[in-house]
C-alpha cells in the first residue's frame, strides 16, 4: 500500500484541501481522508517511509493550501544546526518587526547585539509567535536545540512535524502538542520492503523443492524479522 499527501481543489473554498491518500499496490483500490487544517498534524514512519518528502511538499505548497496572508512559516530540520536554522529563518523583515516589538531601551540593547545568537533566538521565538511551524525529525533534536524547540512549539500556531512515532518525541513537546490538539498520518515503507519479499520467497523454493526445509525455516524467520524491522 502506497500512502501519501494530495491537496484538492473544493468547489467555492479558495484554498485546497489536504487529502491522506491510501493507494493500495497492483489495484484501483483508494482510501481518502480529509485532514482538518485547524490543528497540528504529526507524520509518523520509519526513516525510509518517505515522511520527510510529505512535510516538504506540504511546506512547498502552503500557499495554495493555506492562508498565509497573515502568517509566516518556519522550517526546520534535526540536522541544522542552531546557526544554519537561524539564518534560514530569519529575514532583514523579521529583524525589523523584532525590533519595533520593543521598547526604546531594550531596542537599543538588542541592536547593539543583533549579530549575537542569543538575539536571533529571541528574533525567531516573536516569529513564530505568528508562524506555521514545519519540523523535520522532531524526535531527533538534542540538547540546546530541543530548548528552542520546546518554546517554538508552544508558542507556534500549529506544528506539521516528521517522527517515527509518538513514543519517541520528548515528553515535554508531546504534551504541549496534545493540549494544542493534533492530527495523524502514518506512513508504511512498502517498496523497499515488497522487493526484499520478493527475493525471500524466490531463494525459498529451490531449498523446499530439494527437502531443504530448515533452510526454508530459517528464511521463513528473516522475513518474519523484516516484517517487525519495517514496522508491518
Not at 9 to 31: A, Q, T, V
Request: zero cysteines; glycine letters at 4%.
Amino acid at each position: 500500500m502506497q500512502k501519501f499527501l494530495r491537496f484538492k481543489n473544493i468547489p467555492g473554498k479558495k484554498y485546497k484541501s489536504i487529502i491522506f491518500r491510501e493507494k493500495y499496490r497492483y489495484s484501483n483500490k483508494m482510501k481518502e481522508r480529509y485532514i482538518g487544517k485547524k490543528l497540528s498534524l504529526l507524520i509518523f514512519g520509519m526513516d525510509t517511509s518517505g515522511k520527510s518528502k510529505e512535510l516538504n511538499k506540504l511546506y512547498t505548497r502552503k500557499e495554495e493550501v493555506f492562508d498565509m496572508s497573515k502568517l509566516d512559516s518556519i522550517y526546520i530540520n534535526s540536522t541544522d544546526s542552531i546557526s544554519e536554522f537561524l539564518f534560514k529563518n530569519i529575514s532583514e523583515n523579521d529583524i525589523n518587526n523584532f525590533l519595533l516589538s520593543l521598547d526604546d531601551t531594550k531596542q537599543i540593547e538588542a541592536e547593539k547585539n543583533i549579530n549575537k545568537q542569543f538575539i536571533k533566538v529571541e528574533i525567531l521565538k516573536f516569529k513564530a509567535k505568528n508562524s506555521l511551524l514545519f519540523i523535520d525529525d522532531i524526535d531527533k533534536f538534542t540538547g540546546k536545540k530541543l530548548e528552542i524547540l520546546k518554546h517554538l512549539v508552544r508558542i507556534s500556531k500549529r506544528t506539521y512535524a516528521t517522527s517515527q512515532s509518538d513514543k519517541t518525541i520528548n515528553k515535554t513537546i508531546y504534551k504541549i502538542l496534545e493540549q494544542k490538539q493534533f492530527n495523524t498520518i502514518n506512513l508504511k515503507t512498502t517498496n523497499s520492503f515488497d522487493a526484499t519479499n520478493y527475493v525471500l520467497i524466490a531463494a525459498m523454493i529451490p531449498f523446499a523443492i530439494s527437502g531443504q526445509y530448515m533452510i526454508v525455516m530459517m528464511l521463513l524467520l528473516a522475513n518474519r524479522y523484516l516484517d517487525k524491522g519495517m514496522g508491518k
